[in-house]
């Protein structure tokens, strides 16, 4: 079994930077794959980026240019640096696992392509 944990949300004013981290626990396989999510207001939850066991990277067309995903070597902490940050980004920023399901990577882009999520931390970018 796997616990996410994330850190690092809080009040940012618009153009400023924010790294989230995400503290995976457990037991982790070879295919273990992550990704980060957030959901607004209002608003489905909608993905943000995503690493798979490959060590392919992707993002979304909203985070392209202005957020970095990486992990350290363990899968035990995954982060997501934001930077360039926007009034519309502000949301609950959800960190999820792949532990069991070995997703392909165009199924890492969806809701149903992890397992395991974490409890969520809010993320507002004041104008």
């Known amino acids: 079994q796997v616990q996410l944990v994330e850190s690092g949300g809080g009040l940012v004013q618009a153009g400023g930077s924010l790294r989230l981290s995400c503290a995976a626990s457990?037991?982790?396989?070879?295919?273990?794959?992550m990704g980060w999510f957030r959901q607004a207001p209002g608003k489905e939850r909608e993905f943000v980026a995503a690493?798979?066991?490959?060590?392919?990277?992707y993002y979304a067309d909203v985070a392209k240019g202005r957020f970095t995903l990486s992990k350290d070597g363990a899968w035990n902490t995954v982060y997501l640096q934001m930077s360039s940050l926007k009034p519309e980004d502000t949301a609950v920023y959800y960190c999820?696992?792949?532990?069991?399901?070995?997703?392909?990577?165009?199924?890492?882009?969806?809701?149903?392509?992890?397992?395991?999520w974490g409890q969520g931390t809010q993320v507002t970018v004041a104008s």
């Open positions: 690493i798979a066991w490959t060590g392919g990277i």
């Open positions: 457990g037991r982790t396989t070879a295919k273990f794959q």
């Open positions: 999820a696992a792949d532990a069991t399901r070995d997703s392909p990577w165009y199924d890492l882009e969806t809701l149903g392509g992890y397992d395991t």
